[in-house]
């Protein structure tokens, strides 16, 4: 049997406390492994030290043969599904393209929605809904790559079952078995006693562990074909109009402001690129207008594992930039392409240095309570080179 | 031992409170052909050995903040903290002083295109930013290790605001001491000099003060973890 | 607005950052180093 999951030595710290002191865990392919224990004792940190969101002081942690997170600050990514205790999923989402989107294929999602009750709301965005068919969502993104593969994946559940009602909780145990079955291994937190039955291993923390023989399931592979997924940024930034609503409003109040005082005709030569630059500048620093979206419910968690880079919808804060040095030059009566060009880029620049900063700090307890916004001064460098060059 | 940063903070006080005394009353005045406002030259005094101190503070920041997060050590982030506000109080009084003299001297308090200016002021930020992002957030590790990681790449910006007045003149003037280009009367380089070594025991005192406060308020709440254990 | 007023505004800022940190930094020393002390006196008690 293959291991799948290896989580080896680890080590972990959470604020000042040390959670894991030198843990090991392999879960084989077909296994279904239950981690229980009171609240607090570390269960969630296991989930997430071995899907490589947490720094790793000692060890590693290794999923399909690939290493995802050490202690020496190594990274990789793999294929596997993740539930955590937040539903990590952004509300602006559509129920069946959520799915979609965690199984990065095309497949019968409506069966499936059904199976759960949530058939009739493939259509409806995620905010809509209420918390346990939220949860719901949550768990089968985490579970359809391993409905949808042939190949063994790995799959990291934390308290899948809380917020989900008994039918639901029924529907789960018998499906974690079926993906066994499929050769799938699959490691839980959880305190419902269903679910830990359904284990072949209970591991109650700090470590003990107890054998078990649950019943067997069945596997059948959901059909499914490779899709190229969208840019899902874009697809979010249309339907919510977020870049409109922070990056183009903040552009345009500062293209009127400027008006209420300045007649540009008047204007010389480097106050004129001032004026014709600064809206882009505005929007830019707004940063990336996906980044509050994935804020919510820790979206940005199940992103980080999926890929290298999150959603993000830069090619619209470029095009939107651009738009606005468009109107601001329109305004002005002078016409460059090269100008038009600097803004848009000099837009997407400021946004994407916004955004990493931002990014930076999401490991905070309180990312919201950080005045990142001190850091932006600097922003306004590039801008006054790019005038005074223009000029 | 335990006094020695109140003693350091009170030696560079006096050697600063010197300076000040010697730059008013002995270093010679400079004339209306070099400067357009030769009164308010003399901020240069200050202005210049509290620009040191803030490059040393952030320097001291870097180390601190690298051993923090490669090392996990504890004598490492109590440097971080200590010399995050150093630079914000050395890096502020640089920049006001600095500002106040441009009015004074070039007819605009700032120039958004000239790279030093704005290097510096970014560098005071981050520190701003460091010192009061840590205060909003409970201490733990994830905390540390986001302020040490910004307090890291921050440094990048320290050679390029020295190196900035070399490479290009924009506003800031260029160098003056330990160039050939330099013009410094040997007075004022010798007051300026005074400065720098007031304002270097100065910023080491308040430093050594700064960790031995970070050290206490750990201490305090290990011990107020302790007690909430007890009762 | 003459260069001695700007001198004498630079000087007062400068003399006043310092003043203001140099005193935080000190008084928030002594103020820890008796809240330190309570602390301790009282887990001693509880020990006992």
Same mark, same amino acid.
């Given at each position: 049997?293959?291991?799948?999951?290896?989580?080896?030595?680890?080590?972990?710290?959470?604020?000042?406390?040390?959670?894991?002191?030198?843990?090991?865990?392999?879960?084989?392919?077909?296994?279904?492994?239950?981690?229980?224990?009171?609240?607090?004792?570390?269960?969630?940190?296991?989930?997430?030290a071995a899907a490589g969101l947490l720094n790793l002081e000692n060890g590693s942690s290794k999923i399909q043969n690939q290493t995802i997170r050490d202690s020496e600050g190594r990274r990789g990514r793999t294929n596997f599904g993740l539930c955590l205790q937040n539903d990590c999923v952004m509300g602006d989402e559509l129920v069946g393209e959520k799915l979609l989107d965690a199984a990065q294929a095309n497949f019968d999602v409506k069966s499936l929605l059904d199976e759960w009750k949530?058939?009739?709301?493939?259509?409806?965005?995620?905010?809509?809904?209420?918390?346990?068919?939220?949860?719901?969502?949550?768990?089968?993104?985490?579970?359809?790559?391993?409905?949808?593969?042939?190949?063994?994946?790995?799959? +990291?559940?934390?308290?899948?079952?809380?917020?989900?009602?008994?039918?639901?909780?029924?529907?789960?145990?018998?499906?974690?078995?079926?993906?066994?079955?499929?050769?799938?291994?699959?490691?839980?937190?959880?305190?419902?006693?269903?679910?830990?039955?359904?284990?072949?291993?209970?591991?109650?923390?700090?470590?003990?562990?107890?054998?078990?023989?649950?019943?067997?399931?069945?596997?059948?592979?959901?059909?499914?074909?490779?899709?190229?997924?969208?840019?899902?940024?874009?697809?979010?930034?249309?339907?919510?109009?977020?870049?409109?609503?922070?990056?183009?409003?903040?552009? +345009?109040?500062?293209?009127?402001?400027?008006?209420?005082?300045?007649?540009?005709?008047?204007?010389?030569?480097?106050?004129?690129?001032?004026?014709? +630059?600064?809206?882009?500048?505005?929007?830019?620093?707004?940063?990336?207008?996906?980044?509050?979206?994935?804020?919510?419910?820790?979206?940005?968690?199940?992103?980080?594992?999926?890929?290298?880079?999150?959603?993000?919808?830069?090619?619209?804060?470029?095009?939107?930039?651009?738009?606005?040095?468009?109107?601001?030059?329109?305004?002005?009566?002078?016409?460059?392409?090269?100008?038009?060009?600097?803004?848009?880029? +000099?837009?997407?620049?400021?946004?994407?240095?916004?955004?990493?900063?931002?990014?930076?700090?999401?490991?905070?307890?309180?990312?919201?309570?950080?005045?990142?916004?001190?850091?932006?001064?600097?922003?306004?460098?590039?801008?006054?080179?790019?005038?005074?060059?223009?000029? | 031992?335990?006094?020695?940063?109140?003693?350091?903070?009170?030696?560079?006080?006096?050697?600063?409170?010197?300076?000040?005394?010697?730059?008013?009353?002995?270093?010679?005045?400079?004339?209306?052909?070099?400067?357009?406002?030769?009164?308010?030259?003399?901020?240069?005094?200050?202005?210049?050995?509290?620009?040191?101190?803030?490059?040393?503070?952030?320097?001291?920041?870097?180390?601190?903040?690298?051993?923090?997060?490669?090392?996990?050590?504890?004598?490492?982030?109590?440097?971080?903290?200590?010399?995050?506000?150093?630079?914000?109080?050395?890096?502020?009084?640089?920049?006001?002083?600095?500002?106040?003299?441009?009015?004074?001297?070039?007819?605009?308090?700032?120039?958004?295109?000239?790279?030093?200016?704005?290097?510096?002021?970014?560098?005071?930020?981050?520190?701003?930013?460091?010192?009061?992002?840590?205060?909003?957030?409970?201490?733990?590790?994830?905390?540390?290790?986001?302020?040490?990681?910004?307090?890291?790449?921050?440094?990048?910006?320290?050679?390029?605001?020295?190196?900035?007045?070399?490479?290009?003149?924009?506003?800031?003037?260029?160098?003056?001491?330990?160039?050939?280009?330099?013009?410094?009367?040997?007075?004022?380089?010798?007051?300026?000099?005074?400065?720098?070594?007031?304002?270097?025991?100065?910023?080491?005192?308040?430093?050594?003060?700064?960790?031995?406060?970070?050290?206490?308020?750990?201490?305090?709440?290990?011990?107020?973890?302790?007690?909430?254990?007890?009762? | 607005?003459?260069?001695?007023?700007?001198?004498?505004?630079?000087?007062?800022?400068?003399?006043?950052?310092?003043?203001?940190?140099?005193?935080?930094?000190?008084?928030?020393?002594?103020?820890?180093?008796?809240?330190?002390?309570?602390?301790?006196?009282?887990?001693?008690?509880?020990?006992?």
């Amino acid at each position: 049997m293959a291991v799948l999951i290896k989580l080896e030595d680890l080590t972990v710290r959470r604020g000042r406390k040390e959670v894991l002191n030198g843990w090991n865990l392999n879960i084989d392919s077909a296994e279904v492994v239950v981690l229980s224990g009171e609240n607090g004792c570390g269960k969630s940190t296991v989930i997430e030290a071995a899907a490589g969101l947490l720094n790793l002081e000692n060890g590693s942690s290794k999923i399909q043969n690939q290493t995802i997170r050490d202690s020496e600050g190594r990274r990789g990514r793999t294929n596997f599904g993740l539930c955590l205790q937040n539903d990590c999923v952004m509300g602006d989402e559509l129920v069946g393209e959520k799915l979609l989107d965690a199984a990065q294929a095309n497949f019968d999602v409506k069966s499936l929605l059904d199976e759960w009750k949530l058939g009739h709301r493939i259509n409806d965005k995620i905010a809509f809904l209420s918390g346990g068919q939220r949860r719901k969502i949550a768990v089968l993104s985490a579970l359809v790559p391993a409905m949808i593969s042939a190949q063994p994946i790995a799959v +990291l559940l934390d308290e899948p079952d809380s917020g989900l009602d008994d039918d639901s909780i029924e529907i789960l145990v018998q499906l974690l078995r079926d993906l066994a079955a499929g050769g799938h291994a699959i490691l839980v937190t959880s305190h419902n006693q269903k679910i830990i039955n359904a284990a072949n291993r209970v591991i109650s923390f700090p470590f003990s562990e107890k054998k078990q023989s649950p019943i067997i399931g069945t596997f059948n592979k959901l059909e499914s074909k490779k899709s190229t997924t969208k840019n899902i940024g874009l697809r979010l930034n249309i339907r919510t109009m977020s870049g409109f609503a922070n990056n183009g409003i903040a552009g +345009l109040l500062v293209l009127g402001s400027m008006l209420a005082f300045v007649t540009p005709n008047q204007l010389g030569s480097e106050m004129l690129f001032a004026f014709i +630059l600064a809206p882009a500048l505005a929007a830019g620093l707004n940063g990336d207008p996906i980044f509050k979206l994935l804020q919510e419910n820790r979206a940005h968690a199940w992103w980080y594992v999926r890929k290298a880079t999150p959603p993000n919808a830069f090619a619209h804060v470029f095009l939107g930039c651009g738009l606005l040095t468009i109107l601001s030059s329109a305004i002005a009566n002078h016409w460059d392409a090269i100008v038009i060009l600097s803004g848009a880029t +000099l837009g997407l620049f400021t946004a994407i240095v916004v955004t990493i900063l931002s990014h930076a700090t999401l490991r905070l307890a309180r990312p919201n309570a950080v005045m990142l916004r001190l850091l932006t001064p600097i922003l306004i460098l590039p801008w006054a080179i790019l005038v005074s060059r223009l000029s | 031992m335990k006094r020695l940063g109140e003693v350091l903070t009170l030696a560079g006080l006096t050697g600063a409170g010197l300076t000040l005394w010697l730059g008013f009353t002995w270093a010679p005045s400079v004339t209306i052909e070099a400067f357009e406002s030769p009164e308010a030259q003399k901020i240069f005094y200050w202005h210049v050995p509290s620009a040191w101190a803030a490059m040393l503070s952030f320097s001291l920041l870097f180390i601190g903040s690298t051993m923090w997060f490669f090392k996990r050590n504890q004598w490492a982030w109590r440097l971080h903290v200590a010399s995050s506000e150093a630079g914000l109080a050395t890096g502020l009084m640089c920049v006001v002083s600095g500002t106040i003299w441009g009015a004074a001297e070039w007819g605009i308090p700032w120039d958004w295109t000239d790279i030093r200016l704005n290097t510096f002021a970014m560098l005071t930020l981050l520190s701003l930013f460091l010192v009061l992002g840590r205060r909003s957030q409970p201490d733990g590790i994830e905390t540390r290790d986001t302020f040490s990681t910004f307090g890291m790449y921050g440094f990048l910006l320290v050679p390029l605001t020295y190196f900035a007045t070399r490479i290009w003149q924009i506003r800031h003037p260029g160098p003056v001491v330990g160039t050939s280009e330099g013009s410094l009367n040997s007075d004022m380089g010798l007051v300026l000099l005074i400065g720098a070594i007031s304002f270097t025991i100065l910023i080491i005192g308040h430093i050594i003060s700064g960790m031995r406060l970070a050290h206490l308020e750990l201490r305090f709440e290990d011990l107020t973890s302790k007690y909430e254990e007890l009762i | 607005m003459s260069g001695q007023i700007y001198l004498a505004i630079a000087y007062l800022a400068m003399i006043s950052g310092l003043a203001i940190w140099t005193w935080t930094v000190l008084s928030r020393s002594n103020s820890l180093e008796g809240r330190i002390e309570a602390l301790e006196q009282s887990i001693r008690h509880g020990e006992e």
